[in-house]
């Protein structure tokens, strides 16, 4: 059974940058679109950006150029660097490994303004 450990969240001052990772157990990772997601409190959970096995991005315009996502398939990790963080970012982020619907317990993000 796949499993998705992501970190990286905290807490950061608007303006600043995190990192988040996302490791995935299992040799589909390789195969699978990754995306990552967030959640705010009160809201449904919105798709932020995915990458597909063969490297294709995609993003949500509210992060464009802001966010960037990557992958490194050797350790099944896939990335996502924010930058430019605003108090709106603010929420829950989740890894979903696609092929299974699989998803992570999840890693707070916190933007003070």
């Known amino acids: 059974q796949v499993q998705l450990v992501e970190s990286g969240g905290g807490l950061v001052q608007a303006g600043g940058s995190l990192r988040l990772s996302c490791v995935a157990s299992g040799r589909i990772f390789r195969l699978s679109t990754m995306g990552w997601y967030r959640q705010a409190p009160g809201k449904q959970r919105e798709l932020v950006a995915t990458i597909t096995a063969g490297g294709s991005r995609n993003y949500a315009d509210s992060v464009k150029d802001r966010f960037t996502i990557s992958r490194d398939n050797a350790k099944n990790t896939v990335y996502l660097q924010m930058n430019s963080l605003k108090p709106e970012d603010t929420a829950v982020y989740y890894c979903?490994?696609?092929?299974?619907?699989?998803w992570g317990q999840g890693t707070q993000v916190t933007v003070s303004s």
């Open positions: 979903n490994l696609q092929v299974t619907g699989t």
